[in-house]
């Protein structure tokens, strides 16, 4: 079943991972950027899970840090989101670029 | 060895008088301080007077020849173990002899001054100058070694400045003081770097051994002097003209007299003390004293033969011209000093040879009676008409009897008219000069003829010409009177003082013999000066007038000094302060200030520049954040390789 | 004696100023704690004298170490020889004179004797510590006083100019730092008289000499980094400019003499040149600028600027006589720096302004200050008598022991310098003092009081002391000078 | 492996979970007055404090997850220390404050996630200590809640510190994957420099540096010191900002020790980027939450600096300088937020002739200036000294020179503060603020410790004899 070669995932991953970026990097919406910001962390969790299985599968620490990962990411997006909605309140707006007061 | 050791006293004196009149005497006793003054300097004088008849006629003679004695020595500042400075008193004939001249004067001036400056608001302060120039003067003429010379040189410099400063609310005389520091400040920066040359080469600032190393021939500190050169003259020469050059700056030689003139803005006895008798020898007392390392150097003593003689011919013509009595005295003044100069150039170490030494010495001593007499009865003069310009006097013979037999005297005296004292020193220099240079000899001779007829031009126009129209308030109190009485004698008698067995190059007595011959074509012009003198002035008329308008531009350049201040005031005003201070201010504050604000302000602009990387938007953090990483990445995985 | 006390006395008074309210009590507790540091100070004196006369030659006295930091090899180490001897009693002088002379000062006056004292504890501890941390440590501490005393109680532009002297000495002690842990670096120690024992290869000595050099250069108004000190002792308050110019400049001259050539001898021989031409500089181009300037503080500001030239000079030429002349000329530039800006101070509280032009006269009506003034004057124009001369011609000696004609040419245009000094100094005075009165207001313008009096009489009595008896102090810093000389005489010799 | 052990390990960490339980339990409880709850709070966190100091021991935990040393113990205690003075500081702020108990438990949260992060041994703790000590800090600088800039500050602090635990997570997992072991310890065997372990290396550095503000990672820093309210910039800037440098100091010098020839330069480089541009833009700040975050920045510079040095008293002087820089910062901070939360006025210019009415606050606030210029006789002298010693152990003297010029720099916006207290004149200065006795102790205390943790060498030694070398 392991006919994938390791490589294949890791390109998958990267991908993700500048995927992901690229989309933080461009898009103005608060919560797009979020996403794209758990985009960038799956990525992470597959390299996680892939290394473990091909390479290293005699224990479970990728497995696990994954698991860590998702769980922290949940608990980042509750507050990430929190403080939106409260931007929201504050600047009627969740455009980034609406947010710039503070600067130089 | 006879002991001396008191002499100390003589200058500690005045020293004490200064520092008690300068701290309290303007508070406690305002009006006594002239006495105080007066009866500190009568002891140190008398204490001279004892000092110089046991040195010339007690134990100064060893086997016919006057000592050399050191009679005090203290190291005051050590340089390194061989060269140092030491406060020391030398007692030779000339230091004694100056001792005498300079007490005896300085006590005559304290005397007058009794009278001249009473009721003055600053007595006190005037009498503690006085006596802080008598200090200087004192320890000048005493010190054993070339840098304690310098010190006292420069304190009786300030001590001038100080009393010719004395109306300091006179723009005029503030003027003239400073003008007197600087230009011999100048001169003194000569004999500093004189000194150190000397002293280096030397290896030694007392000057006896200086004189000891320096005139042996073989020795290794001269020849080594005479091998190193600079522009292709040698150390010894830089060396003896710089400090003539000091010397010609204290004895208002040309160029460095412009400041002597000036400096009568002064009250009129310190006139006579200072710019007369005292200071203004000096420079030559200075010279006299490093004879014999001069003897050895023919190019400096050239120097000082022609620099004095042209100053005495330059001064007695401008002398001609002036009508401001003191500016007169003070021509006549520089006149006569440079006949001690050139004296001195003329003359050899030692034996007959010395002559011109011995000579100079003289002069410089009879000069300094007749020439303070003459000052101190212009003083009284000024005191009775309150001016200073020939134009507001006349007739004042009636007035001051005194004063102008004095003066007459004086006069006399000065111009060289047998048996006054002028006449035999002035001989003895016109023969020196005549037998070492005819050139020298022949301005020699026609100075003073020159001499003789400006000394009666002044002395007809003060006491005869026109009628006097001065409303007479008496001629003074006693204390003016006494001491012109004194000096008249003085000027009738010293010249009959055995001299030229008493102080000469070598301390050995020398023979001088007078031959008539010799003396009638000085005399003989003197005369005939004279009458003119008294053809021209002593009738109001219009004759001087119509002599002066035949050498027409002759005597305005005479008249305007030869234009010697303007050529300093062009250098000064329009090349030291615009060319070279402005320039320098400018520099300070715009390149070498401004290069610091310039770096302040470059470092604020940048910081302005770069503020946009704080744009505020996250996004940019995040794209500066990951091209750190990609910076860094590529450095250390490429790169760094 | 434990040097520790001169130390702790400032400190104790100053926080006991701390603690009073109302100037009386400050000025008075102010006063009380400088004399007691002078007193301390002319009895480290005798008891320097007493151990030196029972034949102790060891190059520093009463020394006294104790670990401080030991993972760093830092040590509280401290100890006197003459030439600190020297600089403590200057400024101790310089201090109560300083005292005295703001002894009216309302404005926050509980403040601004603080910084004073707190200025002179940097400063002492600077003169007695052998230990380079400990040193640079002092060294700072005597910065920041200034910044305030100038900015809070100065006059004219102060912020730029208490900035600027701030930056400019801050900059100077970086250099200085750096210098230090060249040092530190080359021979883990940071003991001065360790390390002098110990030698620092040339090449290390030529690279870590500059900064080391000029660090303390700046602070001795080294050209061209001198400009912090016009317009810094223009703005400040009067004690404050006596302190900068007699305490701190001589911080930088003491450091160049003590760090910067006492242990890079040869580094010190292979650029005495550079040093010896912006001593040149220094002098000609300072005393060129005094001349032009109208104002008081500035001429005298530029004037020290020319003077301290002469220390560098000294310094420079290397040789244990111009060294010696080096360290008098310290001192007497110390008090009579002070004494000048002491005088302007109090022309400037009576007439309101500093101005030359507008001043005259002044003679007339006020007679002590202005003879101050132009004793100071006479003093700077380097009149025998006065410690100005001796300092001057001991410089000048011994630099024309450098045969190098540049060097002596370098001499000799230093010299030609006592005739420019003569002009500025007369025409300032002669303007001043002298001359008529220009402005009939001056006419109801009173002496000065018996504070004024008392500070002027402690420097002139130091100026006069050491300008008629200079053998006292020579024999005073003869020792240290010639351990120094020795140092530079084992680098020669190594050529 | 006796339960004794596990308790007297894990102590600090319990007492922290102990308080944060009891402070659930206050709240679920009756509602107490501010002041009240504030004293016991801060009696909980001195005791807290105190505590710490006892019974310490060295040891591993959870097969080498979580280790201890007396170092880490001093570490965790400054920590405390810290967070005790700003709670005491920000009396003034808290004490009309609604939310005061969820303030403390969103900091003393954080404060658990850093004493882990300190003590992990091991990258997934390290990564879970790392986010447990973000994510709340995050809610805690909107703590405001109806602030513009506040929440603006929240913002960017999350998306930024998510992007950055992003790439830190993307480093880790190559690191795992080129190692297979996220040990620290066995981290170790398996370094050898091949590019994707340096790649991967360097996106771990880049997490840290983020977390310390270093140049060009710093960009967040200064917006979210503005924004946020003054205590959580406080809280921020020192806090969590030693906690960071105190994992860095020990993973570089151990875990990654071989890794050095990678990490040296670029530790140069990024201290003088770090310093020269957080004192360019320092210079021209006026607010002063901002001009601290800015000089700051500069600060951080020099601790690299000093890391650089990768000795013995590399490590001893950067944790001794940590401890100075709480003293002196929380003095600079405590004074701001006093004025803040009494006025509302947090500009530089607003402090203009500051003396005339505060002059106790004035002389504090320049005590702590040039505490942190490093001015003697104050700590920050002997901090930055020692710092730049042991960078110069190294002999890299460039770094050495530019930094001691840097010190001109920031000497002149340090000064412009003094001189706006001191000098300038203001129409209307800041009224006369009567302090309370809790920011009183807590300044006095700042102010003791800028005096005497420089002039006693007691603190550097034992610092020294408990820090490692390379």
Known sequence: MSDVPL????????ALFFIGMYGLFTRRNLITMLMSIELMLNSVNINFVAFNKYLFPQNLEGIFFTIFIITIAAAEAAIAIAIIINLYRSHQSIDVEDATELKF | MPNYAYILLIPLQPLATFIVLGLFGRKYFKTFSGTIGTVSLLISTIVSFVAAIQYFFVDGKVNGIYQKIIAFKYTWLEFSPNVSIDMGIIVDPISVMMLVVVTFVSLMVHVFSLGYMKGEDRFATYYAFLSLFTFSMLGLILSSNIFQVYIFWELVGVSSFLLIGYYFEKPSAVAASKKAFIVTRFADLGFLIGILLLGFYGGTLDIGILIERLTAVQSPEYTAMAAAGFLGVSALTWALTLVFIGGAGKSAMFPLHIWLPDAMEGPTPVSALIHAATMVVAGVYLVARLFPVFNMDAAALQVVTYTGAFSALLAAVIACTQ??????????????????????????????????????????????????????????????????????????????????????????????????????????????????????????????????????????????????????????????????????????????????????????????????????????????????????????????????ASFDGFYQAAHKKFYVDEVYLFITKKIVFPLVGQPIAWVDKYIVDGFMNLLASITAKISALIKGLQSGKVQNYALYFFSGIAALAVLFIYLWK | MNLSLLILLPLLTAVTILFCNGLKQVRSVALAGSVLQLALG???????????????????????????????????????????????????????????????????????????????????????????????????????????????????????????????????????????????????SLDILQISQMHIPLEVQKFFFPFAFIGFGIFAALFPFHTWVPDGHASAPTAASMFLAGISMKLGGYGCLRVATFLMPDAAHAYSWIIILLATIAIIYGAFATMMQTDLKYINAYSSVSHCGFVILGIGMLTETSINGAVLQMVSHGLMTALFFAAIGMIYSRTHTRMVAQLGGLLKVMPFISTVFVIAGLCSLGLPGFSGFVAEMTVFMGSWQNTDTMYRLATILSCASIVVTAVYILRAAGKTVMGPITDNDFLQLTDARWNEKLAAAILIIGIVLIGVAPFLINQLIGPGTENIFQQVGKAITLK | MMLVDFFILLKQELVITVILFLLLFIKLGKDRTNESLLIIINVLLFLNFVAGFCCCQEGMLFNEMFRTTNLIVLEKNILNLAIWLISLQSYAWLKTHKHLIEFYILLLTTLLGMFFMISSGNLLMFYLGLEMSTI????????DLFKRQSSEAAMKLIISSAFSSALLLFGISLLYGTSGTLTFSELTIHLNGAPLQIFSFILLLSGFFFKISAVPFHLWTADVYEGAPVAVTAYLSVVSKAAVLFVFVSVLYTTFKPLANIWYPVLCILSLLTIIVGNLFALRQNNFKRFLAFSSIAQVGFILIGISGSSQEGTASVIYFILIYVFSNLAAFGVVSLVSALTGKENISDFKAFYTTNPLLSWILTIALFSLAGVPPTAGFFGKFFLLIAGAAKGNYILIGVAALNMVISFYYYLRVVKAIFMDDNAEPIAKIKIPAMPKLALYICVAGIVLTGLVSYVYDYIYSLSTGF
């Not at chain 2, 102008?404 to 005297?409: D, E, Q, R, S, T």
């Not at chain 2, 006693?478 to 055995?498: D, E, H, N, Q, T």
């Not at chain 3, 006197?80 to 403590?88: E, L």
């Open chain 2, 323 to 548: 009508t401001d009595i003191k500016r007169v005295l003070a021509y006549s003044t520089m006149s006569q000093i440079g006949y001690m100069m050139f004296a001195l150039g003329v003359s050899k170490y030692g034996g007959e040879d010395g002559l011109g030494y011995m000579a100079s010495m003289f002069h410089l001593f009879t000069h300094a009676f007749f020439k303070s007499l003459l000052f101190l009865g212009a003083g009284a003069v000024i005191h009775m008409v309150h001016s200073n310009d020939m134009k507001d006097m006349g007739g004042l013979r009636k007035l001051m009897p005194v004063t102008h037999i004095a003066f007459l005297i004086a006069c006399l005296a000065i111009a060289g008219i047998p048996p006054f004292a002028g006449f035999f020193s002035k001989e003895e220099i016109l023969l020196a000069a005549f037998h070492s240079n005819k050139l020298i000899y022949g301005v020699a001779l026609f100075t003073a003829a020159l001499t003789a007829f400006y000394m009666f031009r002044l002395y007809f126009s003060i006491f005869w010409s026109k009628e006097s129209t001065v409303q007479s308030h008496g001629e003074g109190p006693l204390s003016m009177k006494l001491p012109l009485v004194i000096l008249a004698a003085c000027a009738v008698g010293v010249g009959f003082i055995p001299f030229s067995s008493l102080v000469t190059s070598d301390g050995e007595a020398l023979e001088t013999h007078m031959d008539i011959t010799f003396s009638i074509a000085p005399v003989g012009l003197t005369l005939i000066a004279t009458l003119l003198a008294s053809y021209l002035y002593k009738k109001e008329n219009d004759k001087p007038a119509k002599l002066a």
């Open chain 1, 7 to 14: 490589s294949h995932i890791l390109f998958v991953s990267t």
């Open chain 4, 136 to 143: 709340p800090l995050a809610a805690a600088a909107n703590f």
């Open chain 3, 42 to 188: 002319i009895f480290l004196l005798v008891v320097y004298w007493q151990e030196r006369n029972t034949g102790n030659l060891s190059p520093m006295l009463f020394e006294f170490s104790v670990t401080w930091f030991a993972p760093l090899h830092i040590n509280y180490h401290i100890g006197v020889d003459g030439i600190s001897i020297a600089m403590i009693l200057l400024t101790a002088s310089v201090v109560v004179a300083g005292i005295l002379v703001s002894w009216t000062m309302e404005k926050l006056s509980k403040e601004f004797f603080f910084l004073l004292i707190f200025l002179s504890l940097g400063a002492y501890g600077f003169f007695i510590s052998l230990d380079l941390f400990t040193l640079f440590f002092f060294l700072e501490i005597a910065v920041i006083p200034k910044f305030l005393l100038i900015g809070i109680w100065g006059s004219g532009k102060k912020d730029y100019s208490a900035m600027k002297l701030a930056l400019m000495l801050m900059a100077g002690s970086a250099l200085v730092f750096v210098g230090l842990m060249g040092v530190y670096y080359q021979t883990g």
